[in-house]
């Protein structure tokens, strides 16, 4: 598989190294796509609160936002899209919950993949689905399954 990931960190905060977002990135790709490219940022609550504001009508920060590349298909090239994750809200989420840190990041990217990849969970039929999925990749890498610690 080629993956492509532009990865901008934007704080000044630790979190996880080059290596496991592309690990996630390409567990949550491998056999669904050969090629892909990505933008992955990992910034700041207020970014992510502006971005929500904006793209989701929702005025608080999130953990995870996903922005699929909307393409036309006859340019046929493997842009996904961009994820942008706030580190502030995914290393309280993870000590909130009692989860790994490592384990919530993995999952958070895992999840973001996904959304790039036509996945959704809006209704009940897909949020099973996507669960079940992010289930399996997070699991098969090592870590707890993601559901089962809320």
């Not at 969970?121 to 992010?134: F, K, S």
Request: proline content about 5%.
């Amino acid at each position: 598989m080629s993956l492509d990931i532009d990865l901008q960190i934007a704080v000044d905060s630790a979190c996880p190294s080059e290596a496991q977002f592309e690990r996630w990135v390409t567990a949550a790709i491998a056999d669904r796509r050969a090629e892909a490219e990505l933008s992955l940022r990992i910034t700041d609550s207020a970014e992510v609160q502006e971005l929500n504001r904006s793209y989701r009508q929702q005025d608080k920060p999130t953990n995870v936002l996903s922005f699929p590349a909307d393409l036309p298909p006859e340019l046929n090239i493997p842009l996904l899209g961009d994820i942008i994750i706030s580190a502030e809200v995914v290393d309280c989420e993870a000590q909130q919950q009692g989860k790994l840190a490592e384990a919530h990041w993995a999952h958070m990217v895992v999840h973001g993949t996904l959304h790039l990849l036509g996945y959704d969970h809006i209704d009940d039929d897909e949020a099973e689905e996507m669960e079940a999925l992010e289930t399996e990749i997070l699991t098969s890498m090592g870590y707890p399954a993601p559901y089962d610690q809320e």
